[in-house]
T-cell receptor
Framework: SQELEQSPQSLIVQEGKNLTINCTSS?????LYWYKQKYGEGLIFLMM?????EEKSHEKITAKLDEKKQQSSLHITASQPSHAGIYLC????????????FGKGTRLSVIA | EAQVTQNPRYLITVTGKKLTVTCSQN?????MSWYRQDPGLGLRQIYY???????DKGDVPEGYKVSRKEKRNFPLILESPSPNQTSLYFC?????????FGQGTRLTVV
């Protein structure tokens, strides 16, 4: 079974609306990475969370890691067309000594 | 500037013709890895390397080889490519609290 589940699989929002993407792990995380990908292109690093309860923000994107370190959410405020793409969460279970395990991604479309 | 450089970006080849996709990082990371990305399957690990001359299989290693002769380079080798290896490939370089990806190599095997 998938260790890392992302939801929703896809999301269509109107420009200016807020949205949340969730990432749930079946086991405790050492760290959780968020990336954005334009279709067929490389992964752009957004942020990395390591401590339970940690929250980080970059421009209009905020990511949180729950206290148990098994769930993270990515929140976009006042979405814009530039936010469209695929959002991927990647789990580090062993302090950086193994490859990241990825969720299947959330495809976000922002319509005018 | 932190960089992971993959080459080529696009490649069309024929079944059975050996090819190498190169990956280089400038961050002095010990840890590097290869993924393939396929629709509906997400990113899957092919091989990873924890340091020079130390490599290990990921989830989908069949049909691939890697080498890590020096810290900055981690090439992916397909000795006899087959159509089911048509995919988008990513190299990653990982340090403490950071993991960067290359721009991807779109490989088509006909």
């Amino acid at each position: 079974s998938q260790e890392l589940e992302q939801s929703p699989q896809s999301l269509i929002v109107q420009e200016g609306k807020n949205l949340t993407i969730n990432c749930t792990s079946s086991k405790t995380l050492y760290g959780l990475y968020w990336y954005k990908q334009k279709y067929g292109e490389g992964l752009i690093f957004l942020m990395m969370l390591q401590k339970g309860g940690e929250e980080k923000s970059h421009e209009k994107i905020t990511a949180k890691l729950d206290e148990k370190k098994q769930q993270s959410s990515l929140h976009i405020t006042a979405s814009q067309p530039s936010h469209a793409g695929i959002y991927l969460c990647g789990a580090d279970y062993y302090s950086g000594n193994t490859p990241l395990v990825f969720g299947k991604g959330t495809r976000l479309s922002v319509i005018a | 500037e932190a960089q992971v450089t993959q080459n080529p970006r696009y490649l069309i080849t024929v079944t059975g013709k050996k090819l190498t996709v190169t990956c280089s990082q400038n961050m002095n990371h010990e840890y590097m890895s290869w993924y393939r990305q396929d629709p509906g399957l997400g990113l899957r690990q092919i091989y990873y390397s924890m340091n020079v001359e130390v490599t290990d299989k990921g989830d989908v290693p069949e049909g691939y080889k890697v080498s890590r002769k020096e810290k900055r380079n981690f090439p992916l080798i397909l000795e006899s490519p087959s159509p089911n290896q048509t995919s988008l490939y990513f190299c990653a370089s990982t340090g403490r609290a950071e993991a960067f990806f290359g721009q991807g190599t779109r490989l088509t095997v006909v």
